[in-house]
């Protein structure tokens, strides 16, 4: 548990922090010192309470939970550090009896340039929640050195900058040096038997590659725990003194920078083959230097790996680290000495799979080619277990060569990352409801044939307090008067406020909080980019990575309809609405750039028309992160989840919206199934078709035009796009929605719009809108990380959470 400070104590170890780093007094100290030092306070303190917990996670023979993820989207560390701690009200006193503003100290922080989307969320929650439940929990990732990008938006077109977040962000980092693990690419290899008949392996003319840990630390509120981060940076082994020496300085300075190239960049652009070759590159040096690091502390701790799956858990978050099974595999067999069939039912008992994805061309799949000459020890593992894998699924499958195929690691000249996940994994698991089947029935329905019971669900979960206790104070203390403070521990007491429902008092007062929340972000958004918005408007938000599953594209085409709609009705009443969007886009993905292009054109355009501008407003909020969410979530109204029934895993953004009081308007998707049942669906506002409904109009034929033909509203509003406005033509997008229109855009207009009209009218009764709010907090405990943990840990990984003495 933490220890409270007392403002006189705190007051002492930020002076004496402050002079012993910098030389310099509180009084005279600038906010980056300040940031600095607290930093470096709360680093100390979870570094010490981490070395306790694992001296009685070892003390206590506890199982521990690994968890690899190519991206952990961190946002700031400083805020909810202090906050977990109970360190925040004493820091917030002593700053300000030395006339400084602790939230002007938090804006010195960078967001941690660590992930980019839900992906990265969802593992830092994981993270988080380990710790709140004292799980015995660490993460892997890659410390990139320039993250995702920043984006900036020029004319409408998104372009990306370097991300250059560690200058800021590397005081929250400890380097282990001494700790490196050597990385091995290219080469070849060479075998031979001895005379007892044990076969070796050589890897020769590699090229090393040195994998060096940096560690960061995530604190759990009212709990013993501390999750910690290793993220590992590449860096070349050393000069190439040869080519130095012989006057050749480009070819040895090169070799270096070519090392460190598997961590200048999250998710580098591959389309290319560089870019591929790059980035499976990075996923086996996280993969490779990950396992070396959870092996070495457990021979360090018990002397020997058959135990291995006893003690230890290993949580593969996506494919991007399915490499660390066929490297368990190498380590045991040419390190340890051990044959295939103990490694591969040790690595079967310790590694499981979370899938992120409902869509099959999504799943990773390596040219052959490329992976045999980048990773040829790798390759001959894959290769064999292909080979058994063939054998024992001939045996399950007799005959049916076309499953069997689908089935197998390797296949139309690809390795297969998920079937090789399906394949050894002792749990494969969706994270909603809906996903999960989904997976069941079709994406992975041959594996759940196989192996039924292997297939599990755990609905993603959220760290609630970052986004309630820290983001949305005034709801806080709300709730701390209504409910008590029970909810801060334990999410579910939240579900008491539904005592609360009829009584008209608490409505309004939930009313005035979100307005106050409203008034607050309309002033953060003038202040940091001159924009004027209505905080009495309807705040309508959609922030999600810029994807055509996820639909941007039919929020902004109803919003088109809205505006040539008061362009015919000038006179007519209309509830004032604020759109609000927050996106990246993959650097080369071009369609989703147009889509960006679009709401941003379509914004000009409002704001240039002076009788519409006032009813109808678009917000893009540039470089969308953690720390801008923090403080829209508390504001929003809408939460516009609207991808195509059967696209999305989960989501955990919708999460966020819920507990802040904000009404999800969806299709029935992901984690929306969960949150309409959990909060009514009378209390959300539901649209679209079904998933089975999808299913059967694909197999049936989409014709676009067909719908074209009977909708008015949508074809005036195609047509209004295809002409364009402002000199900007938009024909790849009007030509997209058309004539594929992959994702059921215009099949779903006339249900959206539907919805977006009930919207305004629920909003006009703020009784009975404040009632559904309240049933969404009511309901949103279900979805904490806490839960999402607990569940893991007693479905999946078998571990327990640390018992307090």
Request: glycine share 6%.
């Amino acid at each position: 548990m933490n220890k409270t400070v007392t403002v006189q104590q705190f007051d002492t170890l930020l002076r004496d922090k402050l002079f012993s780093e910098f030389g310099t007094r509180l009084e005279n100290a600038g906010l980056d010192q300040i940031y600095r030092a607290l930093a470096l306070l709360v680093r100390r303190s979870l570094s010490d309470q981490r070395k306790k917990f694992m001296a009685k996670t070892y003390g206590s023979n506890q199982k521990q939970v690994y968890y690899l993820c190519m991206e952990f989207l961190m946002g700031r560390s400083l805020k909810t550090g202090l906050f977990n701690l109970g360190w925040a009200q004493a820091a917030d006193r002593v700053l300000k009896d030395a006339g400084i503003h602790l939230e002007d100290v938090y804006e010195e922080e960078p967001d941690a340039g660590l992930g980019n989307g839900g992906l990265g969320r969802l593992a830092a929650c994981y993270l988080d929640g380990m710790a709140s439940t004292a799980i015995p929990g660490m993460g892997y990732s890659i410390l990139y050195e320039y993250g995702i990008f920043k984006q900036k938006i020029v004319d409408g077109w998104q372009t990306e900058k370097a991300d250059n977040w560690l200058p800021g962000g590397e005081v929250w980092l400890k380097s282990h040096p001494d700790q490196a693990v050597e990385i091995r690419f290219g080469g070849f290899l060479t075998e031979s038997w001895d005379a007892q008949g044990y076969h070796h392996v050589q890897h020769q003319n590699y090229t090393s590659v040195l994998a060096v840990p940096s560690d960061m630390y995530v604190s759990g509120f009212d709990s013993e725990g501390v999750s910690q981060l290793r993220l590992w940076q590449a860096k070349a082994p050393g000069m190439d003194m040869d080519s130095f020496n012989r006057g050749d300085y480009s070819s040895a300075m090169n070799a270096g920078a070519s090392a460190e190239l598997i961590s200048k960049v999250l998710y580098p652009n591959d389309n290319h083959t560089e870019g591929k070759i790059l980035r499976l590159k990075q996923q086996y040096f996280l993969s490779a230097a990950s396992v070396a690091d959870i092996v070495q502390r457990h021979l360090a701790q018990y002397g020997s790996l058959e135990n291995l799956p006893d003690k230890i858990a290993i949580q593969l978050n996506d494919t991007h680290p399915t490499l660390a099974i066929p490297e368990l595999m190498r380590i045991l067999m040419d390190e340890c000495g051990f044959g295939w069939e103990q490694s591969f039912d040790i690595c079967r008992r310790t590694f499981s799979y979370t899938n992120h994805t409902v869509m099959s061309e999504a799943l990773e799949k390596w040219d052959v080619e490329i992976f045999r000459t980048t990773l040829p020890r790798i390759w001959s593992i894959i290769a064999e277990l292909d080979r058994r894998a063939r054998a024992e699924l001939e045996q399950v499958f007799p005959g049916d060569w076309g499953k069997i195929e689908y089935m197998l690691p390797v296949g139309n000249n690809q390795v297969r990352m998920a079937n090789i996940c399906c394949y050894t994994c002792n749990h494969i698991n969706g994270v909603s409801k809906l996903h999960s089947q989904i997976i069941r029935d079709s994406v992975f329905h041959d594996y759940y044939l196989y192996a039924p019971d292997r297939f599990t669900n755990v609905t993603n979960g959220i760290a609630y307090r970052r986004w309630l206790l820290a983001s949305n104070p005034a709801l806080t203390a709300f709730l701390s008067e209504t409910v008590g403070d029970g909810f801060k521990r334990d999410a579910s007491v939240l579900t008491e406020l539904n005592r609360y429902r009829d009584d008209v008092t608490v409505l309004q007062r939930l009313g005035e909080i979100k307005r106050h929340n409203k008034e607050q972000f309309s002033n953060h958004l003038l202040h940091t980019t001159g924009q004027s918005i209505d905080p009495s408007s309807l705040f309508d938000v959609q922030v999600k990575r810029m994807h055509e599953y996820k639909r941007q594209h039919l929020n902004a085409l109803n919003i088109l309809s809205e505006y040539l709609w008061l362009k015919d009705h000038p006179n007519a009443e209309f509830q004032p609405k604020t759109y609000i969007f927050g996106a990246k886009a993959a650097p080369g993905y071009y369609m989703a750039k147009q889509m960006i292009r679009m709401i941003c054109q379509l914004g000009k355009l409002l704001e240039s028309d002076a009788a519409i501008r006032d009813k109808l407003r678009i917000v893009y909020l540039e470089d969308y992160n953690v720390t801008t969410s923090e403080r829209l979530m508390p504001a929003s109204e809408i939460s516009e989840q609207i991808s195509l029934a059967g696209t999305e895993a989960s989501g955990t953004g919708n999460m966020k919206f819920m507990l802040n009081g904000a009404i999800t308007l969806g299709t029935l998707d992901g984690a929306n199934v969960e949150i309409a049942a959990a909060a009514g669906s009378e209390n959300e506002i539901i649209f679209g078709m079904r998933t089975q409904q999808v299913q059967q109009l694909r197999q049936m034929g989409y014709h676009p035009e067909a719908v074209l033909a009977e909708n008015d509203d949508a074809r005036q509003a195609l047509d209004f796009l295809q002409k364009g406005w402002n000199e900007q033509s938009f024909d790849d997008l009007v030509r997209n929605l058309g004539q594929s229109d992959p994702y059921m855009v215009l099949a779903d207009f006339r249900s959206y719009r539907q919805a977006q009209a009930e919207a305004r009218a629920l909003y006009a009764q703020p009784e009975k809108w404040n009632r559904m709010s309240l049933a969404n907090i009511a309901a949103s405990g279900a979805f904490s990380a806490d839960r999402a943990v607990l569940e893991s840990a007693r479905h999946i990984w078998g571990a327990n959470p640390l018992r307090n003495d």
